[in-house]
Nanobody, 125 residues
Framework: QVQLVESGGGLVQAGGSLRLSCAASGRTFRSYAMGWFRQAPGKEREFVTT????????YYADSVKGRFTISRDNAKSTVYLQMNSLKPEDTAVYYC??????????????????WGQGTQVTVSS
């Protein structure tokens, strides 16, 4: 069982930056690939980025590539999402999730077993 708690969301102007954190409970954090998803009002949950168990490999949605950076600190059982050059279309609830995969970078929500409660990110124009 893994419990995930996101933090760091808020209101920011377009062009600004935010850093999201996701703290995991339990001693098995390094056994999971981690991902970030987002969901805007009236839209389906959307893949944002994922990071491998070791942190050595990452993958990004085209919409955030070059602006967002995912990282993890296995000693602190925490995954981060640094978001730069934010746009109004980045406005959404952001969720972190844990996937029990050995290899690969899971991109589909069904591959993730555990989810956080979400944190709101609002980008004003």
């Amino acid at each position: 069982q893994v419990q995930l708690v996101e933090s760091g969301g808020g209101l920011v102007q377009a062009g600004g930056s935010l850093r999201l954190s996701c703290a995991a409970s339990g001693r098995t954090f390094r056994s999971y690939a981690m991902g970030w998803f987002r969901q805007a009002p009236g839209k389906e949950r959307e893949f944002v980025t994922t990071i491998s168990r070791s942190g050595g490999n990452t993958y990004y949605a085209d919409s955030v590539k070059g602006r967002f950076t995912i990282s993890r600190d296995n000693a602190k059982s925490t995954v981060y999402l640094q978001m730069n050059s934010l746009k109004p279309e980045d406005t959404a609830v952001y969720y972190c999730a844990a996937a029990p995969v050995v290899y690969g970078l899971p991109k589909g929500p069904s591959e993730y077993d555990y989810w956080g409660q979400g944190t709101q990110v609002t980008v004003s124009s």
